[in-house]
């Protein structure tokens, strides 16, 4: 159904249009929202850095609270011996440079989607680059958006659980918080489920010199603890990092799968690019993010190869006493930082998808109302809370978290690499031994930690692999049965141009004002139309025939939203453009009209949508068990009149019941 509408006349989901002509790449630029919401961010050179730091290297930024005691318990001498710390601390420096550095700062930045990144941008701008609809790059996107989700979910559990973990080390306690690590790590994660309904535009003002703090604090650890062993500083070199794979051999490789937490949350990068723009995320990385991450973990090295005993936990070993509880109470502010960027993203990304045909609508709701960017999804909301508490309550620690989380943002990881392909080969045109040199050696690196953290399938990474599976059986359900009923749809349909050539024929009676009738294909007369004829046996003055469509752009202009186009003199077709970043407001599209000569009158105008009510069938499309789902996913969804901001008290609804 490409070129058709992404909620048509029934509010039914379909393909974004693909326009090949389109190659163009803008660079990035700031948008104007709050930091971490989407949209644009409206503040000179530091402020935009500042803002990157709270919202872009959050998650990243709380991985030394537990990566290197992962990576250091996996070694076959318990991460005691010096060969184990120098390889771990050599193997989390590179994997930061190769990784995130390399990978994502200065190559993936560049496959910008009009300045928006992520992957179902990326998704976006490979379908445009191919100029066709491509099934591979399709359930690529799905599949990375799938496993967007399970770090959605693992996130903010193993990020607070990590630092309310602080309590079991607290000075002068024992063993007395210990019982009640699960119990507050719950009741931080619940409140600020609860918050998001607010909007977290005053929240997020803090997020940045919150987390500058929190990067300075480990900063600061790592170089007090340097000089315990200033020998630590070989570990730079890559010699001790692949020394120690050898001398560990499988082992080794199972250990990659807990160095790769020390890059988890680098798909941020990329995701939010957009909302500040390449440079001050390029700038906050290299000048102020990576050098204080560097000095922590080599912190930790220096401390443990002085103290053996300190592997156990190596991070809140290196906490002065006299430190411990600020220490503590900012990693817990960084830790719930970092998930409020996740969850925010997953409201994003869950728009996109809306947007893009993958889900059915979902209520989405604006907590600003004047930052476009800020939204928030209530169902996404709730879901996301229920999935992290239910992990609190099957996992308990992070070391078991740990297990499940890094599968989830290797999938995501090695999915973007593909899609980058398709942007290398079919957009920028770069040749095939080019192409192959700048690919293949990300998709070596993915495919390793990617391996290595399905090692960890009994452990706990089945859980996001699970989710991820059912997500795509959820939107694949969706796209598939959406095609199947607008194919049904237009077999059984009347062509509009015949439609209008039987009205001047026989007219109807005449009705006074405008009819907006909203269907997904303009070519067909709607349902909605048909009935109105036939059961009322009037035709308004005005008709039009409205199409909402959604480009493979995240934004649309204003000059470009609509497209108006007379038929006759009785109809006219009308197309509103929005990008997949952006959402839908009928009315205040309509206002534009007026430039192009069609008066709209919101008090004289009925809108008419068609309400398909879809019974099973065996016999037809899908087995009877996905027909099922897929009705229940049709029942489910939002109300196209709230979806589409129409005024309830203007619209028309007529069905008819068709079989899948």
């Known amino acids: 159904m490409a070129g058709a509408s992404p909620q048509g006349e029934d509010g039914q989901s379909a393909a974004p249009p693909q326009n090949p002509q389109d190659k163009s790449v803008s660079p990035a630029h700031p948008h104007p929202a709050a930091a971490g919401e989407g949209g644009h961010v409206k503040a000179g050179k530091w402020g935009l850095i500042i803002g990157a730091i709270g919202v872009v290297f959050g998650d990243i930024g709380t991985s030394p609270l537990y990566a290197m005691r992962e990576a250091l318990h996996h070694s076959k001498s318990g991460g005691t011996a010096e060969l184990a710390v120098l390889g771990v601390v050599s193997l989390v420096f590179w994997a930061l440079i190769l990784v995130v550095t390399l990978k994502y700062v200065v190559f993936l930045m560049k496959a910008d989607n009009k300045g928006e990144g992520g992957t179902l941008a990326l998704m976006a701008l490979a379908q445009r680059a191919m100029g066709r609809r491509s099934g591979l790059v399709f359930l690529l996107g799905v599949c990375g958006a799938a496993l967007f989700y399970g770090d959605g979910v693992i996130t903010p559990a193993i990020s607070v659980v990590s630092a309310v973990e ?21 009741g931080i994660l619940i409140a600020l489920f609860m918050i998001q309904s607010r909007g977290t535009a005053s929240v997020a003002r803090f997020f940045g010199p919150l987390t500058a703090v929190w990067f300075l604090i480990l900063a600061g650890l790592g170089i007090w603890h340097i000089f315990d062993d200033v020998s630590i500083l070989r570990a730079l070199s890559p010699h001790y990092g692949i020394l120690f794979l050898l001398d560990n051999g499988f082992i080794g490789f199972v250990i990659l799968g807990s160095v790769f937490l020390a890059v988890t949350g680098a798909e941020a990068l990329y995701a939010d690019m957009g909302h500040f723009g390449k440079a001050p995320i390029r700038q906050g990385w290299l000048v102020f993010v990576l050098p204080c991450l560097t000095l922590n973990y080599l912190g930790q090295g220096a401390l443990v190869l002085a103290n053996p005993l300190a592997a156990e936990n190596p991070f809140w070993m290196m906490v002065p006493e006299v430190a411990y509880w600020p220490v503590l109470v900012m990693a817990t502010i960084a830790t719930v930082i970092a998930s409020q960027a996740v969850i925010t993203g997953a409201f ?24 476009a960017g ?76 990617l391996t290595s953290n399905l090692l960890k399938i009994p452990q706990g990474a089945w859980f996001p692999l699970v989710l991820g599976g059912l997500l795509v059986l959820l939107m694949w359900t969706w796209v598939r049965g959406t095609q199947l009923l607008t194919t049904k749809t237009r077999k059984d349909s009347l062509p509009l141009a015949d439609l209008i050539e039987m009205l001047r024929a026989r007219p109807p009676h005449r009705a006074p004002g405008t009819a907006i009738f909203l269907t997904s294909d303009a070519d067909i007369a709607p349902v909605a139309l048909m009935h109105n004829l036939k059961h009322n046996k009037v035709l308004h003055e005005k008709n039009v025939i409205l199409t909402v469509r959604t480009t493979d752009r995240p934004r649309v202009s204003e000059a470009d939203r609509i497209t108006l186009e007379p038929i006759s003199d009785d109809f006219k077709k009308l197309t509103i453009s929005y990008g997949f970043m952006e959402q839908p407001n009928v009315p205040k599209a309509l206002g534009l ?50 979806f589409f901001h129409i005024p309830p008290g203007r619209v028309v609804e007529l069905g008819t019941q068709v079989s899948v």
Not at 166 to 186: E, H, Q, S, T
């Open 348 to 371: 994003s990304v869950t728009q996109q998808a809306v947007q893009l045909g993958l889900l059915p609508r979902i209520k989405i709701m604006q907590t600003s109302e004047s930052q």
């Open 593 to 642: 009209c007026r430039k192009q000569g069609l008066k709209f009158d919101i008090m004289s105008t009925s809108f008419f949508l068609g309400r398909r009510s879809v019974i099973p069938s065996a016999n037809k499309g899908m087995p009877l068990w996905q027909d099922r789902l897929y009705i229940f996913l049709m029942r489910n969804a939002a109300n196209p009149t709230d």
């Open 374 to 449: 800020q939204i928030y999804v209530p169902a996404v909301n709730l879901l996301l809370m229920v999935g992290v508490l239910a992990l609190l309550v099957t996992f308990q620690t992070s070391t078991a978290l740990a297990a499940a989380y890094g599968i989830a943002v290797t999938g995501s990881m090695f999915v973007d690499t593909l899609l980058a392909w398709f942007i290398v080969r079919r957009l920028w045109k770069w040749s095939l031994p080019l192409s192959l040199a700048a690919i293949t050696p990300f998709l070596v690196i993915d495919l390793v930690f």
């Open 166 to 186: 602080g309590l079991r080390d607290a000075p002068g306690m024992g063993d007395a918080l210990v019982p009640f690590v699960l119990p507050i790590a719950a």
